[in-house]
């Protein structure tokens, strides 16, 4: 059988917070099954095996870095 995992196990794991883990789910990074019976509130489960394919999928850096503009002083 499958371990399951809930939201704040997967957030202590991946040292996220809820919130971002929940992101990543919306998102489709992390694959989670909601088990709530409203639509306000979700309430998701993972399996470990989702969890691996997050944490086995590779980092793509941007194709052109984001150019920082110079700090511009307000006042003298």
């Avoid at 489709?28 to 999928?57: D, M, P, V, Y």
């Avoid at 920082?68 to 006042?75: E, G, H, I, Q, T």
């Amino acid at each position: 059988m499958t371990k399951t995992l809930t939201l704040a196990q997967v957030a202590e794991i991946l040292h996220l917070s809820k919130t971002q883990v929940t992101q990543l789910v919306r998102n489709g990074r992390i694959a989670a099954i909601n088990t709530s019976t409203g639509t306000k509130r979700a309430r998701f489960i993972f399996t470990e095996e989702a969890i691996k394919n997050f944490l086995s999928q590779t980092y793509e850096p941007p194709e052109k870095p984001v150019a920082l503009k110079p700090y511009k002083r307000r006042w003298n």
